[in-house]
């Protein structure tokens, strides 16, 4: 007799969809961090073929229909709305900005990253392989050892020197260590995880500058609180952020008396309050609508303004986009950091992602105040692959919950004993009415033999075993 043995059908589509999609996993989290130590326009160049890779791989397997979706439901959410109203805004202001061609670059840049990150978004598959999502977790600690690497191969003159390179790879560092960190921790690695921010802690340290320093400083902090109140960081996060973006005029003005008092003349941060008097505050106009898109950085090279003028995000938003613009960057962190609360309610393991994405948005929101966003075009696509990063690790928490045991006492029928002793009880098989006198209980008319039912089969008499033979 021959046997056929079932083998699960080839399907080359799939297959090629598949090596595809781990190539684009691999550029964007294990290259493009490398490459961002080495060279300037690695990050810009690397992101858009990444993405494209991901977009043929799930043109492949099916139509997409997942782009108009995630732009419906974007555009429908607040920060949705407010998000596509800055956009906007920021697309008018460069209508008065004295460099139009410089203006709709930097928005050209800005809205690439968009749509990098909705692509990438939107075209993942619903369920992400593990085995994709553990790149991100090479990538950071390669990256990491490759920046130990080099301070030990290379003086630290000569990397710091190299026009902000090195700590441009720095900087993208503290920020994909938080989407690593938070993939390990949900697949109960915790030792790898560990290892990972201490390698990159070294590497950071090691490296003593202080702008990367200070944001992965703010994510670990971060990360300790929403471990021990994850919505309580939530809400810390957004509330603080948005009030930062929206008040700082206001803070600026209340701290300069003080500022005044206790520090020297020339002193950094004396000039840094000034300047928000100085060049925010005293035109109306310009406090309202702005200069202008990407006006501040080349009225610095320039001279137009001091050159010891905030180089943070607050700063250049009010003073390119005015309070209009201020007002709708606020609510647009509020809301995106607030729709992220009810993580921890998804599938098993989605509660473990809520301290690194904390400390993710700590992190990103401490570099861009302290000036990561002048290099823009790489800033922007480097959080556009970052929130493409936490997205697939959270495409990748498909596991259940096993249903936890009850006891019989939970369920109807009454106390646990008298539910076992139902269950252990055989059941009475009326037999043919005996006399009163041979039955074991009185007599009702009609009487019954209690008789054990046979309930393993070698006590059955199985009366179609010879029919078997």
């Known amino acids: 007799m021959v046997t056929h043995t079932r083998t699960t059908p080839l399907d080359p589509a799939a297959d090629a969809a598949a090596l595809l999609r781990r190539l684009g996993f691999s550029i964007l989290f294990v290259l ?53 109203l800055l956009l906007i805004w920021a697309a008018l202001t460069g209508l008065w900005a004295p460099d139009q061609g410089e203006a709709f670059d930097k928005l050209f840049n800005l809205l690439q990253a968009v749509v990098l990150a909705m692509l990438g978004v939107s075209l993942l598959p619903e369920r992400v392989r593990a085995s994709n999502l553990y790149l991100i977790s090479i990538g950071a600690t390669v990256s990491a050892l490759l920046a130990l690497v080099l301070l030990v191969a290379r003086p630290r003159g000569i990397l710091v020197g190299e026009i902000g390179t090195f700590e441009r790879g720095l900087a993208g560092l503290a920020i994909l260590i938080w989407p690593a960190a938070a993939w390990l921790e949900s697949r109960s690695r915790r030792g790898l995880a560990v ?115 905030p180089r943070g995000l607050p700063f250049e938003l009010w003073f390119e986009l005015g309070a209009l613009g201020a007002i709708l960057a606020s609510l647009t962190f509020y809301f995106t950091v607030r729709s992220f609360e009810g993580l921890g309610r998804g599938p098993a393991g989605s509660g473990r992602l809520v301290p690194g994405l904390m400390a993710l948005l700590a992190c990103a929101f401490m570099l861009s105040y302290l000036g990561a966003g002048a290099a823009f075009p790489w800033w922007v696509t480097t959080l556009a692959v970052t929130v493409i990063a936490f997205w697939a690790i959270a495409h990748g928490q498909f596991r259940t919950n096993r249903p936890k045991a009850r006891w019989p006492s939970a369920l109807p029928g009454g106390t646990r004993r008298a539910r076992a002793a139902s269950v252990s009880e055989p059941p009475a098989v009326p037999l043919r009415p005996v006399s009163p006198a041979a039955a074991d209980t009185p007599s009702t008319g009609k009487s019954f033999v209690r008789m054990k039912v046979p309930t393993r089969p070698d006590e059955r008499n199985d009366r179609d075993a010879p029919l078997r033979k």
């Open 32 to 84: 493009l961090p490398l490459a961002s130590f080495l060279s300037r326009r690695s990050t810009v160049v690397l992101a858009p073929v990444g993405v494209s890779l991901i977009a043929v791989s799930s043109i492949i397997e099916a139509p997409p229909r997942g782009v108009g979706r995630a732009a419906r439901a974007w555009v429908t959410r607040p920060a949705g709305v407010s998000g596509l």
């Open 195 to 309: 290892a990972l921010v201490a390698v990159t802690a070294a590497a950071l340290v090691g490296a003593r500058l202080w702008m990367p320093l200070t944001g992965f400083v703010t994510g670990v902090v971060f990360y300790a609180f929403a471990v021990w109140r994850p919505i309580v960081a939530n809400r810390f996060i957004a509330w603080v952020g948005a009030g930062i973006l929206l008040g700082a005029p206001l803070i600026a003005t209340l701290l300069l008396p003080l500022a005044k008092l206790l520090l020297a003349e020339g002193h950094i941060l004396r000039g840094w309050l000034s300047a928000w008097g100085s060049l925010v505050l005293i035109d109306p106009v310009s406090f309202l609508i702005g200069h202008g898109l990407d006006t501040l950085l080349p009225a610095r090279l320039l001279g137009t303004i001091p050159a010891d003028t």
